[in-house]
């Protein structure tokens, strides 16, 4: 790769430089500010990524390689970037009042999460194995950190080390896949190595590629049965960062899925889809089935994430401008309603509540109506019922799926979201079947209620008016290169 | 104008979800009653303007907007009102607004918010259900049958203080599961199919079709439909949930499990007559499951002791007759018992519920008798209702059920006729046997209930009352009601019922009616039959009933099994329930969700051991073992690859 970067390569990472130096105000703010001051850290945050947001308007139909094929601006990264900085900005308001509920000192905590998004950003632009890799590191250490953010726990002390050992074997894994990719091919760039690969189908040492990549990138979206580490660094994280986990984290790593296997591989796409195809079967399924006998609200949404990420892989098996586009769509719209079932939890947590029970959501419709009825709506929402936005996501998934001839993959999946809303159902029937109430009254802060509110409303506007997100989503789809349906697995 | 039908109920809701707790009873009443009553309003006019089209155009349309537009994928959100629908629109918001007004009185004794609850549900209800008959294809038709189904499990966990109330919301949930995981498939396969979801389109493109003589998609397609519509309108074997959902409040039992939401599995059907009609083999099945079930229902009727639950079933058996008649290919016959059942078994319901509101919440039949003398309005009206469920002539059950089974054996099921036939004997028997021991012989002793836990709440205040007749607003309703099952049946008259609704089933309806020899024939059998039935409850029921005794006696096992519902529940729990449970609990909690270090976790923040204890734990073997499944994940990939 020759060497040297243009000054113009800078003006593309324009959204990532606002960043980089919102999050080193954050750092530096956090020293300046006296103690009781600290709360404002929230709102400069809140600032950094809206600055951020309001940065990537210029690129809002750019697609161009720059700093010689290392990074991707384009539609597709763009519409992750956008989501993972509203996700990244919805976690900041939940976590304000779970601070300082928890007396966790805010200053590193929003840094790290700036850094985090920073590292999906990369991610999701990154056409180059270097680049996918930094961004992965990037977001990964900041997430080992946060997840062992509350210091006195022993709970998220023990997510942090679990998180961090299995993430570190994995990436091994991940690392091995690449470097045999890379030597292979004489390449990281993923566009030229998809031209070097052409015609190496066969080559076993490929297929060695493929499978540990799947399986270093399966873990980073707990796939079964790389998911272990899920529920317990979950259930152990502090909830704003379980959310950010479940959402940020997840995205970010089908974007590098997307950007690794469509763009680089399409050679190899007989296998990967296999695999995949395989892959979402066990993980739609052991999620689902596994999250029924939850009774941590924590772990239960724990599941049902590596529940969901089985479905997005339906969109991916697919392979299709329609798969891609689906793919897309679900995480966005997986985005809000999983936040917003979070933001319940955390507005669930009081001083004498930890609220991530299902016996803590025990009557709260007669206590918190709001709060209930937006439980209500995620909830319906991540069951896929209609007209709320998890449906037409389902609805778009399932149907690329028989578009391009996997009939099988639909039912199951249809038949695992059946399954899926018992649990699901079961929040509700807590929330408004029951009566016995504990603790002390659960009040909405109003960024908790700005949380919600916006979560709500997205899971509904998506729902009945999810037009513009299709426009968005296909033409960010488009901008991915795309590999022709093969009939191998009908 | 058509968007109005379902907007009323739902700005209802909006106001009594948002300001329900600061609204006193009567405004929240008001509010819900209103919302209905002008949603009824709109829908008559609708259909008015409907009638003055010309018979073969009568349609009209709104799309409300674009829903889902992308490529070859076009779901638009269109309401269309046709004769069917006007149909249905007229029984869900006529219905409904009666049952909202007795709801004022009957849920009287509930708190302010509780009430306006109650109200909002109910207005969300009528919402859905408006969608779901006005909806114009698939999906918008989904939305609705989501919808009411949500709505139901609420209702039907109301008194959530009662455990049996939210089980059976439960059961009613999960039941219902199954039965959309075949609707959705079927929708799924429609799409892939006929490349549409919208309900004129897909007859259309079957125009040049032949009917599937084997086995073919549209079978499959229309049997994963009508799988759907088992669950919905509680059909063997998915049934079992509608007995239970009576422990919701009587209206609700009234409006959503007898008069509206169960009936969405037949209206789905008549909607997609041209489908179904495609698909012989199906309409087979489902004639067949029909009259099994209203066969079996109504011998699980004859026993039971409860007397909602002899409605409930009775429902159920009814539905049966609805869905024998689209098997036979007689739509416009199954949609006019619909629409006659509606008014009469709401009457029923309700009037069952000013029995057990004027007995503090009794609802055991063994407890009741001679309630003819105290509650005048409710005996009269609720005979109306039972003489009209039994198929007297004069009366609209005997129109409409007459219709079926009369359609039944000109079209050469004599077998299914037997069996429908039968069933009506029962009905008139389990009918009577509970006008019987409800209003006539002696009193029971005190009209206490056995179980006080499981007293309606509602109505503790009347534990000590005397006896009174139903108050005004609730009598009102049921005198409407019983004016209706006496004459909803003469619309039918000379066809004319079959005929506005032709054009919705076009083209294949069953062929028109024999000759008048048969038909006068079938209809003499009928008659003698349902009096039969009356003749044969009044024998052991009230002339002799020790008679009934002695029976009882003698068909001692027989009576067990009926009493227990034949086992059903039991069934299910050993050969379904049971096994997922185990698989779930015992298998999966402890393979899938290994939790190799409880200890540590559950102890949170005793230990200030810290970092170091963590470690400690984490080498103990979790982590270890968490890796070694990551490895196993690989190691098994590349197994499946060399072996290949």
């Known amino acids: ?490 | 104008m058509l968007l109005l039908i379902p907007l009323l109920p739902f700005i209802g809701f909006l106001v009594n979800a948002s300001f329900g707790r600061r609204l006193t009873k009567r405004v929240a009443g008001a509010v819900a009653c209103g919302a209905m009553i002008l949603s009824f309003v709109v829908s008559v006019a609708a259909v008015f303007r409907l009638l003055s089209f010309d018979p073969e155009s009568r349609v009209m349309a709104q799309t409300v907007y674009e829903w889902i537009t992308s490529g070859d994928l076009a779901v638009p959100f269109t309401l269309r009102l046709d004769p069917l629908s006007a149909v249905m629109i007229l029984i869900v918001t006529g219905i409904g607004s009666l049952i909202h007004v007795y709801s004022t009185a009957y849920m009287h004794e509930e708190r302010d918010a509780e009430y306006a609850r109650y109200f909002s549900y109910l207005n969300l209800f009528a919402t859905f259900m408006l969608v779901l008959v006005l909806g114009a294809n698939f999906l918008v038709l989904f939305v609705g049958w989501e919808g009411v189904g949500l709505c139901s499990y609420l209702l039907i966990g109301f008194w959530y203080q009662k455990k049996s109330a939210s089980d059976a919301g439960k059961k009613a949930f999960i039941v219902n599961r199954i039965g959309d995981f075949g609707f959705v498939l079927g929708v799924l396969l429609t799409f892939v199919r006929f490349g549409t979801l919208d309900f004129q389109q897909v007859a259309r493109s079957l125009a040049n079709l032949g009917t599937e003589t084997t086995f073919g998609t549209v079978s499959v397609i229309t049997l994963l439909l009508f799988v759907g519509a088992t669950g919905k309108s509680a059909q063997i074997p998915l049934y079992v949930w509608l007995p239970d959902a009576m422990e919701g409040p009587t209206p609700v039992s009234a409006l959503i499990h007898a008069a509206t939401m169960v009936t969405a599995g037949v209206y789905m059907i008549g909607r997609n007559a041209v489908l179904f009609g495609h698909a012989p083999l199906t309409l087979k099945f489902v004639a067949v499951i029909g009259v099994a079930t209203a066969f079996f229902a109504g011998t699980i009727g004859l026993v039971q002791n409860d007397i909602k639950r002899v409605l409930a079933y009775s429902t159920v058996s009814q539905l049966g007759y609805m869905f024998l008649a689209m098997g036979v290919g007689a739509y416009a016959a199954g949609i006019f018992h619909l629409y006659t059942h509606a008014f009469f078994k709401a009457l029923l319901f309700l009037g069952s519920g000013a029995v057990i509101h004027a007995l503090a919440g009794e609802q055991d039949l063994r407890r009741m008798g001679g309630l003819k003398r105290d509650l005048p309005v409710t005996y009269w009206t609720f005979l109306i209702g039972a003489i009209a469920i039994s198929g007297v002539p004069g009366f609209a059950g005997f129109f409409s059920k007459d219709e079926i089974l009369a359609k039944t054996f000109e079209s050469g099921h004599t077998l299914l006729w037997g069996v429908g036939l039968l069933t009506s004997l029962l009905t008139a028997i389990y009918m009577f046997r509970v006008v019987y021991l409800a209003f006539h012989g002696k009193p029971a002793a005190a009209p206490q209930p056995a179980h006080p836990e499981e007293e309606e709440p509602a109505a503790q205040a009347h534990a000590h009352s005397h006896l009174h007749d139903a108050p005004p607003a609730m009598a009102l309703v049921l005198i409407v009601l019983a004016a209706g099952s006496v004459l909803a049946g003469y619309v039918g008259l000379g066809g004319r019922f079959e005929h506005f609704l032709e054009p919705s089933f076009a083209p294949q309806t069953a062929k028109a009616a024999a000759d008048g020899g048969t038909g006068m024939t079938l209809m003499i059998v009928s008659i003698v039959v349902a009096f039969a039935g009356i003749g044969i409850a009044t024998y052991y029921f009230l002339k002799n009933c020790r008679a009934a005794a002695v029976m009882a006696a003698r068909f001692a096992g027989l009576r067990l099994v009926l009493q227990n519902k034949y086992y059903v529940d039991e069934i299910y729990d050993a050969t379904v329930v049971q096994p997922i449970r185990i698989v779930s609990e015992d298998g999966l909690w402890k393979t899938i969700d290994v939790r190799l270090i409880d200890g540590a976790v559950n102890g949170v923040g005793e230990t200030v051991g810290g970092a170091s204890e963590v470690l400690r734990r984490v080498q103990t073997g979790s982590v270890r073992a968490y890796a070694a499944s990551l490895l196993l994940g690989v190691v098994l990939v590349l197994g499946y690859y060399l072996w290949r």
């Open chain 1, 1 to 490: 790769m020759p060497a040297g970067i243009s000054t113009s390569d800078f003006y593309y990472i324009l959204p990532e430089l606002v960043l980089t130096a919102g999050a080193l105000v954050v750092l530096i703010a956090d020293v300046l500010l006296p103690k009781d001051r600290r709360a404002a850290l929230s709102w400069v945050t809140l600032i950094a990524l809206g600055a951020t947001l309001a940065s990537l308007a210029p690129f809002a139909s750019t697609r161009v390689e720059i700093a010689h094929g290392l990074i991707a601006v384009d539609r597709f990264a763009l519409f992750f970037k956008i989501l993972f900085l509203v996700a990244a900005a919805i976690t900041v308001l939940m976590s304000v009042r779970y601070l300082e509920v928890e007396g966790a000192s805010p200053g590193e905590y929003y840094f790290l999460i700036l850094c985090a998004t920073l590292g999906m950003m990369i991610m999701a632009g990154g056409i180059d194995l270097v680049t996918i890799f930094i961004g992965l590191e990037t977001m990964a250490v900041s997430f080992y950190i946060l997840a062992g953010f509350i210091k006195p726990s022993q709970r998220s002390n023990e997510a942090a080390v679990k998180y961090f050992l299995l993430g570190a074997f994995s990436l091994g894994i991940l690392l091995y896949g690449m470097s045999l990719m890379y030597g292979l091919s004489g390449t990281t760039n993923l566009r030229v190595m998809a031209t070097r690969f052409a015609g190496q189908e066969q080559n076993p040492l490929l297929v060695l590629a493929v499978i540990l990549v799947v399986a270093g990138v399966g873990f980073k979206i707990a796939a079964v049965p790389f998911h272990m580490w899920a529920p317990d660094v979950y259930e152990g994280a502090p909830t704003p960062i379980t959310a950010f986990l479940s959402v940020g984290s997840k995205a970010a790593s089908f974007a590098m899925l997307l950007r690794i296997f469509v763009e680089g591989l399409p050679a190899m796409s007989g296998d990967w889809r296999l695999l995949f195809y395989v892959l979402s079967i066990v993980t739609m399924t052991v999620g689902n089935f596994a999250a029924v006998t939850q009774s941590n609200l924590k772990r239960m949404l724990a599941y049902s994430s590596i529940a969901h990420a089985g479905y997005v892989l339906i969109g991916v098996v697919a392979g299709t401008a329609r798969g891609v586009t689906a793919t897309l769509i679900y995480l966005l719209v997986y985005s809000f309603m999983q936040l917003g079932a979070f933001a319940v939890i955390v507005l669930l947590r009081r001083e004498d509540v930890v609220g991530d029970e299902l016996k803590d959501f025990s009557g709260l419709h007669v206590r918190n109506p709001f709060a209930a009825f937006a439980m209500l709506l995620f909830m319906l929402s991540l069951g896929g019922i209609p007209p709320t936005a998890g449906f037409m996501g389902k609805f778009w998934l399932f149907s690329s799926a028989i578009d391009a001839g996997y009939y099988w993959l639909a039912v199951i999946g249809v038949l695992n979201s059946a399954v899926s809303l018992y649990y699901y159902v079961r929040v509700v029937v807590f929330m408004y079947l029951k009566k016995e109430t504990i603790g002390s009254e659960p009040k909405a802060t109003p960024a908790l209620a700005v949380t919600l509110a916006i979560a709500v409303a997205a899971t509904l506007i998506l729902g009945v008016y999810p037009r513009l997100l299709f426009e968005v989503a296909e033409a960010s789809a488009r901008t991915l290169g795309m590999v022709p349906i093969t009939t191998a697995l009908r």
